[in-house]
């Protein structure tokens, strides 16, 4: 049968757990990875046999581009893709920009007649799909997301990008009610202050609504550990049925899911029409392989 | 604005909740109720200011027909009202005839430009998205459905069905791994002999595979309690990443859980195009009440 052609673009964590999630599924197949220029050289070791180039453009056909790229660089990105041709799929993860990205999104998808599904790893992503589902089970209520304990590639990202961060580990730890705390971890330059490191940390707007503390370590490397949590939890009215208990609870590998959720979400922009999607949008058998009613058979 | 017209057929268990469910919805209204002529006049105690009917051409308009009918008998009842141009929902839960009973209303569906969604219940239904989204997140390992503890309307039934058996409660206990116990609680018949009533039971297709404790008690209803739960539980691998574990438990009212998820599948089913669908081929958002982008901001 035939298999949808995949690009990555970047290399970072969820980059090489792509790698994984689409050699791993029966309907892609990695045609490349798209790294900057200065990286590509790494890749002879790190990727036997995947070709590794510098532009989308030097692969051949590409049905579905994975942007593995951070947060903020990923609109763009999107954007230029879609109007190659290409569908996208990304794991964008700033969720009070969620609705204006998508708005940016859809005319171009439609113009080129391509999809890209927005938003797809697991919190914003699977967790939005459940936190859907709890809204009409008890219409009347409370959901509450609790994360971690866990790193959080998104925040330790944000605060790598602070001048001064040699390198940083952000933790988060749920305290109840969906309130966390921050655990930062930072690796600083010889030059850096570290007063104007950490208040630059705790007024990024990754931190600024969070207790957050800021530790400076001489190695961040040693600390990681990606595995990751989240709890789900909703006390709720069905009609007029109070006390409806619900609750979604996870640990995962982080990237690995993120990766596989991607794939999942591939998958299902190849079968919509033109636009872009957040995963809520979309029929959750889409995100599936196989014969549809063999799907209906044995998970409904 | 616009409300939909929504009428309830049949007056059980669920038929009760879908009142509360229906009333308490902003975009549904309560045409009438459809009870068997034998059972018209009790309403008038049970359902003040409801027009309460022996047929559904008795009412005006309506835009969705709730199937609250043991499920042998929502077959033919859905294909009925489909073909008077009339959406239907229902909470059939007969998992091994769900792809039959689907490809029979379909076509139905079609000619008549309207929608059924059926299986929408709990399970089926919202655990069928939960072990949808467990599938493509893990693609490799095994879910667990374990229900209870709750009793199981559809056991207690084949229970009073046994000559001798006066009433009957037969309660799912989970013992793991989608294993379960079931804990019959039988009011014998004066002349009935304890030993055959239990050994009928122990033989009867609804017990013969399970674990089965049978306990004659003077009276059944004072045991009643309508609560219920589930607990869906998978360890797979995401790409080559083993031991993600995922986990979906809630404690409910049963028919009131059930009775609110026929609203939301009433909901989405008038967005969609004519069709008969299970739960899992309906995009999440269609479930809600709301605007889009609203949704969209305030759930991913």
Redesign the interface.
């Known amino acids: 049968m035939k298999r949808y052609q995949a690009a990555i673009i970047g290399y970072g964590n969820i980059g090489r757990?792509l790698v994984?999630?689409i050699?791993?599924?029966p309907d892609f197949q990695l045609a490349g990875v798209v790294r900057r220029p200065e990286s590509v050289q790494k890749s002879a070791a790190q990727l036997t046999g995947i070709p590794v180039v510098t532009s989308l453009t030097e692969l051949d056909t590409v049905d579905v581009a994975f942007l593995a790229l951070p947060s903020r660089l990923v609109p763009k990105a999107a954007a230029e893709i879609l109007a190659m041709g290409i569908n996208t799929v990304d794991s964008y993860d700033i969720?009070s920009d969620?609705?204006n990205y998508?708005q940016q999104l859809e005319p171009i998808a439609k113009t080129h007649g391509k999809t890209a599904v927005i938003?797809a790893g697991?919190d914003?992503g699977?967790d939005?799909?459940?936190?859907?589902?709890f809204?009409?089970?008890?219409?009347?209520g409370i959901t509450y997301t609790n994360f971690g304990p866990g790193m959080s590639m998104g925040h330790s990202t944000a605060v790598k990008a602070i001048p001064g961060v040699l390198d940083a580990l952000s933790l988060t730890i749920p305290v109840g009610t969906g309130l966390h705390r921050r655990m930062v971890y930072v690796k600083l330059a010889p030059e850096a202050d570290p007063e104007v490191v950490e208040q630059a940390i705790k007024q990024d707007p990754y931190f600024v609504h969070d207790e957050t503390v800021v530790t400076f370590v001489p190695e961040v490397q040693g600390l990681i550990d990606m595995g990751h949590g989240v709890l789900l939890e909703r006390k709720g009215a069905?009609?007029?049925?109070h006390?409806?208990?619900?609750?979604?609870?996870?640990?995962?590998?982080n990237p690995?899911?993120t990766?596989?959720?991607m794939v999942?979400a591939a998958r299902a922009g190849l079968k919509q029409q033109p636009g872009c999607y957040?995963?809520?949008?979309?029929?959750?058998?889409d995100?599936?392989?196989g014969e549809r009613?063999e799907?209906?058979?044995s998970?409904?």
């Open positions: 757990f994984d999630a050699e791993t599924a969720h969620l609705v998508r938003a697991w914003p699977t939005s799909l459940i936190r859907c589902l809204q009409f089970m008890t219409p009347q069905s009609g007029r049925t006390n409806q208990l619900l609750k979604f609870e996870m640990r995962i590998n690995a899911l990766a596989q959720v999942a957040t995963m809520i949008e979309i029929p959750v058998i995100y599936l392989y009613e799907l209906i058979a998970l409904v």
